[in-house]
């Protein structure tokens, strides 16, 4: 390899990372032709996986192509801890059948972003299953408790007087002695995992391996355009969710977050990047457009191709067009006169009477394509309507 060649291969790999400890080290590191191990930590705290969790993986997968190797850690021990990061309050402990029910599922999605061929699987449990307590005080030994509550979230909870368990200030120490039994070279994790990623090069010393180098990609934001991609937080989309579903989330997006999206989420190339940004600036492109390929390329990476073009053709159909779904889910109900809010609530439209109530005021409520005009007027229902509640709720109701 040559050296331009070399020099373009590090570029290519640290492209859009955030966080790079020791930079200067493992550029060299790369450009030598040396093959590393990277290591990626997955607590399988919940059974499905979002886009937010698919940018490290992207990275992942650029680094497997240059011929390095990807050690994914399955954390069946830190899971049960849960890592309190970015969190004010202690998570709940899983247990071992759910949490390895997890990361089956985890696996699974992940895999279709990483070549499952060119990766190395470990489970924490194998050495932590005969970890003995003189083992686990000799790992305690690498930290004092002032380091360990150097972490923001500590801090925070703190201020606030809410409590911190015990078992909260080993999950990092758990995670550096994961990086002293893979012996990993590099490790990988979001910009919110720092401080652990930091404590796993001090683990490393402690146990006289050399340190590793760090690496940190952007945490994506959700679809609200203010926080972090959370399902707890209702703003995520899932790598499982339906094609159709996935197109019309990331349609919902913010104009601001377009370019984001399609450079952690894609392969767009940096100069890719720079003519769309070009474009949204002079008007030549509407973000609208740039949004509906973006959506077109992420939906393609889970479905395919064509599950991607029939998707976005569907969304135009609808919101575009203003014509029905191909398939609307349809509820069982009596044919006849109604009140409007029973009916909403029957259809799973409205969650009380009062919100029904509300919705039908504010005018976002038609049958059959007619407004409704008021709450208190009966409607009548015929078999095979369809009532909908702004853009894109409705349901078909069928006569029982």
Not at 223 to 247: C, H, I, T, Y
Request: overall charge negative; some cysteine; proline content about 4%.
């Amino acid at each position: 390899m040559s050296e331009v060649e070399s020099s373009s291969a590090a570029s290519e790999l640290l492209r859009g990372v955030v966080d790079c400890v020791n930079r200067e080290r493992l550029e060299a590191r790369l450009n030598s032709g040396a093959k590393l191990r990277i290591k990626f930590g997955v607590d399988p705290s919940a059974p499905d996986i979002h886009l937010g969790h698919t940018v490290p993986m992207r990275l992942l997968r650029r680094w497997q192509t240059r011929g390095h190797l990807p050690v994914l850690i399955i954390g069946d021990y830190t899971a049960r801890i849960g890592d309190p990061t970015g969190r004010s309050d202690t998570r709940p402990q899983l247990g071992q059948d759910q949490v390895e029910s997890n990361a089956r599922t985890y696996l699974d999605q992940l895999f279709q972003v990483v070549d499952s061929t060119r990766v190395e699987v470990r489970r924490q449990s194998e050495w932590f299953d005969s970890f003995t307590l003189d083992r686990m005080l000799s790992l305690a030994r690498t930290a004092t408790v002032a380091q360990l509550l150097q972490r923001s979230d500590f801090e925070q909870r703190i201020r606030a007087e809410q409590p911190i368990g015990v078992h909260e200030l080993f999950y990092p120490l758990l995670q550096g002695y994961d990086s002293v039994a893979v012996r990993a070279d590099v490790e990988l994790g979001g910009t919110d995992q720092l401080f652990n990623l930091l404590c796993g090069r001090e683990v490393q010393a402690a146990y006289g391996i050399p340190a590793q180098d760090i690496v940190t990609v952007p945490l994506l934001v959700g679809l609200d355009g203010e926080r972090k991609m959370s399902k707890s937080l209702g703003n995520a989309v899932a790598v499982a969710d339906p094609p159709g579903q996935q197109f019309g989330q990331l349609m919902s997006l913010p104009d601001s977050l377009v370019l984001p999206y399609l450079e952690l989420l894609t392969e767009v190339t940096g100069d890719e990047l720079d003519e769309f940004r070009r474009g949204l600036q002079s008007g030549r492109i509407h973000p609208r457009a740039l949004k509906a390929d973006m959506a077109t390329r992420v939906v393609a990476q889970f479905h395919g191709e064509a599950a991607a073009r029939e998707a976005a053709s569907e969304f135009d159909r609808v919101f575009r067009d203003h014509e029905l779904p191909s398939e609307i889910e349809e509820v069982a109900v009596a044919e006849g006169t109604h009140d409007v809010r029973d009916l909403l609530l029957t259809a799973g439209l409205a969650t009380s009477r009062s919100e029904a109530a509300r919705l039908v005021t504010q005018g976002g409520v038609r049958l059959d394509g007619v407004r409704v005009g008021g709450w208190r007027e009966p409607v009548v229902v015929s078999d095979g309507a369809v009532i909908r509640v702004g853009p894109r709720r409705m349901k078909r109701l069928r006569a029982r």
